[in-house]
T-cell receptor, first 110, second 115 residues
Framework: KQEVTQIPAALSVPEGENLVLNCSFT??????LQWFRQDPGKGLTSLLL?????REQTSGRLNASLDKSSGRSTLYIAASQPGDSATYLC?????????FGTGTSLTVIP | GAVVSQHPSRVICKSGTSVKIECRSL??????MFWYRQFPKQSLMLMAT?????????EQGVEKDKFLINHASLTLSTLTVTSAHPEDSSFYIC???????????FGQGTRLTVV
């Protein structure tokens, strides 16, 4: 069974810092991996999608990497802003099911 | 941790028929449930948000008469795809949250294939 782990569970940084969120999964047989943002009381917002054949995706200040063989993905956020404060989730799609991590709660302090 | 059960995990149906997908929160009361879908090679997209006892709020571009959402109790929400067509074939996933917890908990999804 696929297990997805996110570290750290919570992170607090001052505004302007670069930061890295980590996601690891136990079974490398994945279809794709997706990073989401969730604001309190809201649904998920998709940030980046990485297909299993890709190693990296970038969108603005966000960069996600995927190392399928080692079962790891990272989400890099450059020059963090208070508006980046949210919970960040990674999800692994095996083609049949989604497996979600428990999330990293990020707080960016002005 | 909280458990959200989604059923069925896979379903194949004929074009023109309706399909119902259930989402249950097993050990907590879900005041809000979210329904998502993902087309092949695309991101997971929010379809609608439902609060128990209220009408669902649909995202732009989602037909509310085609995707019927019922959230009649604090532990069950259903999504009915009416008059399904092959273009409705997708992966549907629900998530649920309650007022006392941070974040939402997810079902493992339903792969719908319309033939």
């Amino acid at each position: 069974k696929q297990e997805v782990t996110q570290i750290p569970a919570a992170l607090s940084v001052p505004e302007g810092e670069n930061l890295v969120l980590n996601c690891s999964f136990t079974d490398s047989a994945i279809y794709n991996l997706q990073w989401f943002r969730q604001d309190p009381g809201k649904g998920l917002t998709s940030l980046l999608l990485i297909q299993s054949s890709q190693r990296e995706q970038t969108s603005g200040r966000l960069n996600a990497s995927l190392d399928k063989s080692s079962g790891r993905s990272t989400l890099y956020i450059a020059a963090s802003q208070p508006g980046d404060s949210a919970t960040y989730l990674c999800a692994v799609n095996t083609g049949n099911q989604f497996y979600f991590g428990t999330g990293t709660s990020l707080t960016v302090i002005p | 941790g909280a458990v959200v059960s989604q059923h069925p995990s896979r379903v194949i149906c004929k074009s023109g028929t309706s399909v119902k997908i259930e989402c249950r929160s097993l050990d907590f009361q879900a005041t809000t449930m979210f329904w998502y879908r993902q087309f092949p090679k695309q991101s997971l997209m929010l379809m609608a948000t439902s609060n128990e006892g209220s009408k669902a709020t649909y995202e732009q571009g989602v037909e509310k008469d085609k995707f019927l959402i019922n959230h009649a109790s604090l532990t069950l929400s259903t999504l009915t795809v009416t008059s399904a067509h092959p273009e409705d074939s997708s992966f549907y996933i629900c998530s649920a949250r309650d007022a006392s917890r941070v974040g939402a908990f997810f079902g493992q999804g339903t792969r719908l294939t319309v033939v």
